[in-house]
């Protein structure tokens, strides 16, 4: 579903939708905060992303390469200092 959303261009359903599976499952995997992330990304809430992005250190599951950063083209890189960032140069 969150998927079709972001594919129609409806992001703040989308970002709705994330937060509430968060709620609900308690931000158990990764991709409940990527979703969140990419959600405030395309609503052109940067700081939001960030923060959501980096909260994926805090799931009890990630995927194969252990989080975000394999996922997450704007991270500051392994070390998750956001001030390396493209964002912000």
């Not at 992001?11 to 968060?22: V, W």
Request: aromatic share 12%; net charge negative; hydrophobic share 40%.
């Amino acid at each position: 579903m969150i998927f079709t959303l972001f594919h129609l261009r409806r992001y703040k359903e989308a970002l709705k939708l994330a937060n509430r599976i968060i709620e609900i499952r308690g931000g158990e995997t990764d991709w409940d905060f990527l979703f969140s992330g990419i959600a405030h990304w395309l609503l052109n809430q940067k700081t939001e992303a960030i923060e959501q992005w980096g909260n994926t250190e805090e799931a009890a599951y990630k995927d194969a390469a252990g989080g975000v950063e394999a996922a997450c083209p704007y991270s500051g890189g392994n070390s998750g200092d956001m001030r390396n960032s493209r964002l912000f140069q």
